[in-house]
């Protein structure tokens, strides 16, 4: 399919652990988002790259969080030494003109 | 992090039935937003708005912009089993996907036959 694609879909990791979280963007698309969803919430903006360039880095929660796109095309996010509170759903959306795709998104379990 | 104020937080209805549900911010956003999310999905995007005091219809769906900038509001009429899902609002200050979306907490819709 065409559409924006996440992987792994599901991630359990002990506390402690990295992951290391894809997006493959739909292609041609030049902007990227990463967005938290906790368990009952609306997703929560995290990230946003235009090409390789990470413009805005505002809502990752702290520095064990850090996500590149260095061919501006996929995007990894990664967590450094997982906490319980990390456990989310990890939703990546890619934009055209307006709007923007989201993909299934990575439910992360830290244990 | 924010997160706009949307209601109600979940509807029962029957088949058949009108659904409304809102949105308010604090913040203006020159773009709202609304999304239905099914399970293990991503968010859809349903209905986009850009002109304070747009009223914008795709099918069974209405949503309108506030005049004010801080609030829409979401109708579907004659609700049908696959309306099912949970949707949120989402503002956008900046257009052309030029930054993060704020979303609300979700309006769980769920329908009884």
């Known amino acids: 399919g065409a559409g924006v694609s996440q992987s792994p879909r599901y991630k359990v990791a002990k506390r402690g652990q990295d992951v290391a979280l894809r997006c493959d963007p739909i292609?041609?698309?030049?902007?990227l988002f990463w967005y938290q969803q906790a368990l009952g919430q609306g997703p929560e903006f995290l990230t946003y790259f235009q090409n390789e360039a990470q413009l805005d880095k505002s809502g990752l929660p702290s520095d064990r969080f850090f996500a590149e796109r260095p061919e501006g095309s996929v995007s990894t996010l990664k967590i450094q030494r997982t906490q319980q509170e990390d456990s989310a759903v990890y939703l990546c959306?890619?934009?055209?003109?307006?709007?923007?795709?989201f993909g299934p998104g990575t439910r992360l379990t830290v244990l | 992090g924010q997160q706009l104020n949307q209601s109600p937080q979940s509807m029962f209805i029957q088949e058949g039935e009108d659904v409304s549900m809102n949105c308010t911010s604090s913040s203006i956003f020159n773009t709202w937003l609304w999304y239905k999310q099914d399970p293990g999905e991503g968010p859809v995007l349903l209905i986009a708005l850009y002109k304070a005091g747009e009223l914008t219809s795709n099918g069974r769906l209405t949503a309108q912009f506030g005049t004010t900038r801080k609030d829409s509001f979401l109708n579907i009429s004659a609700s049908i089993p696959s309306d099912v899902g949970i949707y949120f609002c989402?503002?956008?200050?900046?257009?052309?996907?030029?930054?993060?979306?704020?979303f609300g907490k979700g309006t769980h819709l769920i329908i009884q036959p």
């Open positions: 959306a890619s934009t055209s003109l307006n709007e923007q795709f």
């Open positions: 292609s041609g698309h030049v902007s």
């Open positions: 989402a503002g956008q200050l900046a257009g052309g996907g030029a930054d993060g979306l704020t």
